[in-house]
């Protein structure tokens, strides 16, 4: 288990949960450095996420192409989930 979800859990421990995560990097490759690019209240800045960027431009790529494929299949099984059941075959 991952730290958010033990979070999440003991913060709602009466609460039936379901945690899907989508893993969109490999170990094969380093991801650029951006935990300086998230503020303490969880905001983005922006210039220091395009600095770590500029700096790394191969590995920004690597997140980039890992994080789009990981939404992609993160909606796939989220439409999978919750909207295949919701079709009709109906005109």
């Known amino acids: 288990m991952e730290m958010e979800g033990v979070t999440l ?3 709602l421990p009466d609460c039936p949960i379901a945690i899907l995560r ?3 990097d490999d170990c ?9 690019a998230i503020a303490a ?3 983005l800045r922006v210039a ?3 600095l770590s960027f ?3 431009p191969l590995a920004a790529l690597r ?8 939404l992609k299949a993160l909606e796939q099984v989220v ?6 059941g919701t079709k009709t075959d109906s005109p």
């Open 28 to 36: 094969h490759h380093e991801l650029p450095d951006i935990s300086a």
């Open 63 to 70: 997140l980039i192409r890992g994080s789009l494929r990981g």
């Open 48 to 50: 220091t996420l395009m």
């Open 41 to 43: 209240d969880g905001s």
């Open 22 to 24: 989508v893993i969109s």
């Open 54 to 56: 500029l700096r790394r």
């Open 79 to 84: 439409a999978s989930l919750f909207l295949d």
């Open 9 to 11: 859990l003991r913060a």
